[in-house]
């Protein structure tokens, strides 16, 4: 057996050289997030949660919720304001659920592999999803990290459960983890696929299915369905059009490339390790004998997920974005984890593969630390609108000089949704008091009008007609996400002339006259 590894048959346990390394881990992975999220200011989606969060109670967020203003399960605002109100309401804070749910989803996978084949391969699983899109969400102010926490303890909980040794406290603990999962997004329904695919296999084989975790997946998913999903899934209808981000065909390789793309070079680097010891014919160190079935299935399930989620969205005309199906991760983390437990006796590859890692995140801290000093910022961009996000909370109107520095007292109608939410945030109180929104054929629209009311947020929105109809001279302010050109065919068409145009690091500012 080579070095590291973890014999099958004797159960792993944390030693506290294990535990030190873990801390060492731990304090690189929060360094490195602390930092990025002091750095990034909130965009779009994140707004939506800071501002519901304003909301003097709970009632008024689910009743905001309910009335759509947004479309997340209870528990994560419970979390976020549960964060602000032990922290404070900062960048970090904020975004401290994400942060520590990604953290958690780390060590569960470390666990999860370690309890078969020992602390090396238990760090290369854990440590994986470091690299891959699932980093970018530990320090957004969203539910898609949260979910990876629940993600990872569930797993943990349906491992131990199917040891035997206090099974029915761990099984507790798988179905809380779901019930968390489920009242966190809506997509975390998809976290039960793979252990109900494990069931119905052993149903298949005529072996016995583990009817407690079946009874925990119902008893979880059934009354989250008719408290929660039900009217969250009227107002979504209601709200948001059916053919708003239909999948396509080609979702699959754009997923492949966005959520495991970062992780190329540990990757490549596993299958170099991997050629490497097939030019020597010897025994592998644990067969796949060694392996739990129900395990290899679990984690295959993972994998699976994009495709079930793609089958789902087609169905139910809900959106497929790459950031809801970031539990697949789990899947491709098991498997390297376990594939690298297949060394050669006496091999160091694993042992090299996860110093490879450390290093990797110990590079990624020390970048991280050089742009934040120095003179240099990280470009970041947001990966599902590829809308760029301002890395500097100092100055978050930087990219927007023409409009921050407009002085001209004309009202200024922002084309994009995106934009406009931003500018109302961080923009100075004499632009934002002219600033409007009046794309009617945007998803956004209906979003901002109904924030306004019920998350009291004083948006100027209307219809581009009616906003023609009180204006003769304004500007329009066309951002980098994407101008509605029909708008400005629209203005043109309509008898406005063009008297200037300026342009930023953001987008252009447009002057019309009539």
């Excluded at 998913?221 to 008719?226: L, W």
């Excluded at 390297?336 to 890692?357: D, E, I, K, T, V």
Aim: positive net charge.
């Amino acid at each position: 057996m080579a070095v590291g590894e973890q014999d099958p048959s004797s159960p792993f346990k944390l030693t506290r050289t294990h535990i030190a390394g873990m801390a060492l881990v731990s304090v690189i992975y929060f360094a490195d997030i602390f930092l990025k999220a002091s750095e990034k200011c909130y965009w779009y989606d994140e707004l939506f949660t800071v501002y519901l969060c304003r909301l003097p109670s709970f009632s008024n967020i689910w009743t905001a919720v309910l009335h759509g203003a947004d479309f997340n399960p209870p528990l994560f605002y419970l979390l976020t304001r549960g964060a602000q109100w032990l922290f404070g309401n900062g960048l970090i804070a904020t975004r401290l659920p994400s942060t520590v749910g990604v953290w958690v989803f780390g060590v569960c996978l470390f666990l999860f592999v370690a309890r078969r084949t020992g602390v090396v391969c238990g760090f290369i699983a854990g440590v994986f999803p470091f690299f891959t899109l699932a980093q970018y969400y530990a320090y957004e102010a969203r539910a898609h990290g949260i979910i990876l926490g629940w993600c990872g303890l569930a797993l943990l909980c349906w491992q131990r459960n199917a040891e035997g040794r206090a099974k029915y406290l761990w099984l507790a603990g798988f179905g809380l983890s779901l019930v968390g999962a489920l009242l966190t997004h809506v997509y975390g329904i998809y976290l039960l696929v793979p252990f109900a695919g494990v069931e119905f296999y052993s149903f298949l084989k005529r072996d016995r299915p583990n009817w407690g975790i079946i009874c925990a997946m119902l008893l979880a998913v059934v009354p989250v369905i008719a408290a929660v999903y039900l009217p969250l899934f009227r107002i979504y209808r209601a709200t948001v059009p059916t053919s708003f981000l239909v999948p396509n065909h080609e979702v699959f390789q754009s997923f492949l490339v966005a959520v495991f793309g970062p992780a190329i070079s540990v990757l490549l680097l596993s299958l170099v390790l991997f050629g490497l010891e097939g030019m020597r014919p010897a025994r592998f160190a644990i067969t796949m004998a060694n392996l739990s079935k129900r395990e290899m299935l679990v984690a295959a399930g993972f994998t699976f997920i994009p495709l079930l989620g793609f089958l789902g969205s087609r169905v139910s005309h809900g959106p497929f974005l790459d950031r809801y199906f970031l539990s697949s991760i789990a899947g491709l983390a098991i498997f390297l984890g376990f594939a690298n437990s297949h060394r050669q006796p006496g091999s160091r590859s694993a042992q090299a593969l996860a110093a490879c890692m450390l290093l990797f995140m110990i590079g990624d801290l020390g970048a991280t630390i050089y742009l934040v000093t120095g003179s240099h910022r990280i470009l970041l961009i947001e990966p599902s609108s590829k809308l760029v996000v301002v890395t500097t909370p100092s100055d978050p109107m930087q990219m927007y000089q023409t409009v921050s520095l407009n002085h001209s007292g004309l009202d200024i109608l922002v084309l994009p949704s995106l934009d406009y939410f931003y500018f109302f945030e961080y923009a100075p109180p004499s632009v934002v008091s002219r600033l409007y929104f009046a794309t009617a054929s945007d998803v956004g629209f209906g979003l901002y009008e109904k924030l306004a009311r019920w998350g009291h947020v004083d948006f100027k929105t209307t219809t581009f007609r009616s906003f023609l109809a009180m204006h003769k001279n304004f500007l329009v302010y066309a951002g980098g996400s994407g101008a509605d050109l029909d708008a400005m065919q629209a203005i043109a068409s309509d008898g406005y002339r063009l008297t200037s145009a300026q342009g930023d690091a953001g987008g252009i500012m447009y002057e019309y006259a009539k």
